[in-house]
């Protein structure tokens, strides 16, 4: 039953990745690649986690195990819950747990031994990854959206805490509460197939339920009348090609609603909903505009793509090459190449 469980598993998530790459243009950057890495992880464990290897039958492939789905999972979790668009570098530091966890993984493959100064780290680690799953909950309770994703975070918690449990109680000689981890396998399986069931069931029937409805939702009880949408329309747009504020590399949203004396909030409703676009979208469309009129009339011939680049307002070569090709379904190299054949 297990290796049926673990092809269904296979065959869903490889086809939730296809959807969500198929209609990526519709999702946060950000919460798109983390959403596809926990479907990946999971991909990874279901093929390879320990004695039920689906490959190759007794193999321990640790790498493949649950700890990276879990902390792939809080961070989705966390930057749906949030208006971040980047993923800033210092969020690398939550995957620290993993590297030691592997770690001593590795030591215990190569060495066959379970010291005790390596079972109580890797004890304190397991407990981290149950914090990460512990602030999941807190979070989708606190923002009480996406409220049916606990049907299935909470049973996945509860599998590995009994999996915690039972660690413990092993080390210490006592009856476990379950004797063969393959049941627990079985049913963490069996709770991630009915998962990627309902995330492709959600995306299948509404491509934009999963990532983008919470700037749809958050905005449902604004009364911003016809007449302020059209008036803040009308001056992001001015402010963009009169003042040309998008030349400014530290442009923020705070910025502009200073300038033009208008809520933030207000501006970020009507990019998101009435504009169909958000702010920093919004900004860069002005950038890649003018990239492309300065390459096209030949202007500043003695700088490279980059530094064209950073004079129209952009401060990094990722977010310019990432903002370009999401425009205009070219790279900035690939793009001039293309006008310098119809010259």
């Excluded at 030691?100 to 493959?109: A, D, G, K, N, Q």
């Excluded at 033009?260 to 002005?286: A, C, G, R, W």
């Amino acid at each position: 039953m297990l290796n049926t469980i673990q092809i269904i598993v296979l065959i869903q998530g490889v086809f939730l990745v296809f959807v969500l790459l198929k209609h990526k243009s519709k999702y946060k950057t950000t919460q798109l690649r983390l959403l596809i890495c926990c479907i990946t992880s999971i991909l990874f464990y279901t093929i390879g986690d320990n004695e039920n290897n689906l490959l190759i039958k007794g193999a321990d492939w640790f790498l493949f195990d649950s700890s990276l789905f879990i902390t792939f999972l809080f961070l989705f979790i966390y930057f749906f819950n949030s208006d971040k668009e980047n993923f800033p570098k210092v969020y690398y530091l939550f995957f620290i747990p993993n590297l030691i966890y592997f770690s001593i993984e590795t030591y215990e493959l190569v060495t066959l031994r379970e010291p005790l100064y390596i079972e109580v780290p890797e004890f304190l680690i397991k407990l981290i990854f149950l914090s990460y799953l512990g602030y999941t909950i807190y979070s989708i309770l606190k923002s009480k959206s996406k409220n049916w994703f606990l049907y299935f975070i909470i049973p996945i918690t509860i599998l590995l805490s009994i999996e915690f449990v039972d660690d413990i109680y092993s080390y210490f000689h006592l009856r476990e509460v379950y004797t063969s981890e393959q049941n627990i396998n079985l049913y963490f399986l069996l709770t991630v197939a009915l998962l990627f069931y309902f995330m492709t069931y959600s995306l299948i029937n509404s491509s934009d339920n999963l990532l983008s409805k919470k700037a749809l939702s958050k905005y449902k009880n604004s009364n911003l009348s016809d007449e302020c949408v059209k008036k803040c329309s009308e001056n992001l747009i001015s402010i963009m090609e009169e003042e040309r504020l998008y030349l400014n590399k530290k442009l923020t949203i705070n910025l502009i609603s200073e300038k033009l004396n208008i809520p933030k909030q207000h501006i970020s409703e009507v990019l998101n909903i009435y504009m169909n676009t958000n702010f920093q979208d919004f900004v860069n469309s002005y950038r890649i505009e003018a990239f492309i009129n300065h390459l096209k009339n030949g202007q500043h011939t003695h700088y490279s793509l980059l530094g064209l680049a950073y004079e129209v307002g952009f401060n990094s070569k990722s977010s310019f090459n990432t903002s370009f090709k999401k425009f205009k379904g070219l790279t900035p190299s690939q793009f001039q190449k293309s006008l310098l054949s119809l010259e």
